[in-house]
């Protein structure tokens, strides 16, 4: 076998076409976007490169075919951020071959210990954690937009090589239909009946002020727990940017009390609905299928994006009622048949409770792994969220 680093055009293709030819039978695996995958590694586009570095390479058997990919990265922001200084490697696909496999892991791991790095966090990403983060474990049905469809068989490379687990991510599912479980209808009935509190949805020509808001709630909600960092101004306006072609308004929700900003539930069309008729292209051919499938209203699922209520109004009912809100005006259209909610941590028990009592169910399992350099070191799972 051959390692090979990912240094010109031909290399960054087969990188990309690898996994196309590994899950050839796999009905429901979907080809990411090319210039999505291409865009972590790209130091003009993704803006970790400011403060890290990546690195990606091409395992090929002794015949030159290629059998496996894998990434390293480093981000001087966080490696710190635990007990133990830490790395990442990620976007790993490999044939069913522990050999192969730990070639992949050997190589980021020396990529990483040359750059004092401790223990080594996979499969994650070189940039937000909600894209192409973590291993497929159960719910092998379509992915979401941008999250991983992994074999289930990479779990044995992963554990016997001696990855453990850091945490998990749930996606839960309901039905846009539902109505709310009966613990939350008295609180979100009071709720809407108190005066100081209003719902309204997203307007597209309101974009900045509502992304003013989105920051606010998010830096109050959000900010300070573990792995998340303060919203900036520009971060907010670039968010709203990338999804005013994608969004639909009606499934953009805030609330507020006495007209300040209080949560927020960012709900989008399910790309990957649109995106599997692509077959990774989004060039000027693929731009026309998109806005063909979009007029057509193919995405028949809604995906949670994010979900955010302010200390200070949390418990109340405030979530019930803003559900409901949304589900008023959407129900009747009868426009979309379920929702999905990505990457919620069992770190994250408040979460979890929240979207089991709104009648939602985890359909799939990922795991996000560790590997400690120093094999007798004490390993500590992901510290629980208050």
């Known amino acids: 076998m051959r390692v090979v680093e990912v240094v010109d055009k031909k290399q960054a293709r087969e990188f990309l076409e690898f996994p196309v030819r590994l899950y050839a039978k796999e009905k429901n695996w979907i080809r990411p976007l090319d210039k999505d995958i291409e865009s972590v590694f790209d130091p003009k586009v993704n803006k970790y490169f400011r403060h890290g570095e990546a690195t990606r390479w091409l395992l090929y058997d002794d015949q030159g075919k290629t059998i496996g990919r894998v990434a390293a990265f480093i981000n001087e922001k966080t490696k710190k951020k635990t007990d133990v200084i830490t790395g990442g490697m990620g976007f790993f696909e490999c044939i069913n071959d522990q050999d192969a496999a730990n070639t992949l892991f050997d190589t980021a791991k020396t990529w990483l210990e040359e750059r004092n790095v401790e223990a080594m966090d996979g499969p994650i990403n070189f940039g937000e954690r909600e894209r192409w983060w973590g291993l497929l474990i159960d719910g092998f049905m379509e992915p979401n937009y941008c999250m991983p469809y992994t074999f289930l068989y990479y779990k044995d490379l992963f554990e016997n090589y001696g990855f453990q687990l850091y945490f998990k991510q749930f996606t839960f599912s309901r039905s846009v239909s539902q109505e709310l479980q009966d613990?939350?209808?008295?609180?979100?009935?009071?709720?809407?009946?108190?005066?100081?509190?209003?719902?309204k949805h997203l307007e597209k020509s309101r974009l900045d002020e509502y992304?003013?808001?989105?920051?606010?709630?998010?830096?109050?909600?959000?900010?300070?727990?573990?792995?998340?960092?303060?919203?900036?101004?520009?971060?907010?306006?670039?968010?709203?940017?990338?999804?005013?072609?994608?969004?639909?308004?009606?499934?953009?929700?805030?609330?507020?009390y006495k007209e300040e900003p209080v949560g927020f539930f960012i709900m989008l069309p399910e790309l990957n609905q649109i995106f599997k008729h692509l077959n990774g292209n989004l060039n000027w051919w693929g731009k026309l299928q998109f806005l063909w499938h979009k007029w057509r209203k193919t995405s028949r699922k809604v995906f949670g994006v994010a979900f955010g209520i302010v200390p200070d109004h949390q418990k109340?009912?405030?979530?019930?009622?803003?559900?409901?809100?949304?589900?008023?005006?959407?129900?009747?259209?009868?426009?979309?048949?379920?929702l999905e909610m990505n990457w919620i941590g069992d770190f994250n028990p408040k979460m979890i409770r929240i979207c089991e009592s709104l009648g939602a169910r985890a359909i799939k399992t990922h795991h996000t792994y560790r590997y400690l350099f120093d094999r007798t070191r004490e390993f500590k799972r992901a510290p629980m969220m208050d």
């Open 183 to 199: 613990a939350w209808k008295e609180k979100a009935e009071r709720i809407k009946n108190d005066p100081n509190y209003s719902f």
């Open 211 to 256: 992304g003013e808001y989105f920051r606010q709630i998010y830096n109050l909600a959000w900010a300070n727990h573990q792995g998340v960092s303060k919203m900036s101004e520009v971060q907010s306006k670039s968010i709203m940017k990338q999804l005013k072609p994608i969004l639909d308004p009606e499934l953009i929700w805030f609330s507020f």
């Open 316 to 338: 109340k009912g405030v979530e019930g009622a803003m559900v409901n809100a949304a589900a008023e005006l959407v129900q009747p259209k009868d426009r979309y048949d379920t």
